[in-house]
């Protein structure tokens, strides 16, 4: 089992920053790829970033040029950078973990909220 903890949520004003974390312990092997989900009130869950393991990024259009996705293999963790937030960034932040291309495991959850 692959156990993934959050972290770095928070209250922020709009055009602020905010660094998200998640680090994977357990029995990890074989990650395909991390990646970072949200999902607002009221709204279905919805991909924001993703890395593979061969480094390839994907973003949704809504966060491009202001979020960036990164990892550090050798902490199996996975970061998103924040910047430029915006009231409809706010969201509960999921961290999503794919093993070996077959298993997928989720976090918890950090609250993320952007608001004066």
């Known amino acids: 089992q692959v156990q993934l903890v959050e972290s770095g949520g928070g209250l922020v004003q709009p055009g602020g920053s905010l660094r998200l974390s998640c680090a994977a312990s357990?029995?990890?092997?074989?990650?395909?790829?991390m990646g970072w989900y949200r999902q607002a009130p009221g709204k279905e869950r919805e991909l924001v970033a993703v890395?593979?393991?061969?480094?390839?990024?994907n973003y949704a259009d809504s966060v491009k040029g202001r979020f960036t996705i990164s990892t550090d293999n050798a902490k199996n963790t996975v970061y998103l950078q924040m910047n430029s937030l915006k009231p409809e960034d706010t969201a509960v932040y999921y961290c999503?973990?794919?093993?070996?291309?077959?298993?997928?495991?989720w976090g918890q959850g950090t609250q993320v909220t952007v608001s004066s």
């Open positions: 890395q593979t393991s061969g480094g390839r990024t």
């Open positions: 999503n973990l794919i093993q070996a291309a077959s298993f997928s495991f």
């Open positions: 357990g029995t990890v092997f074989s990650i395909t790829a």
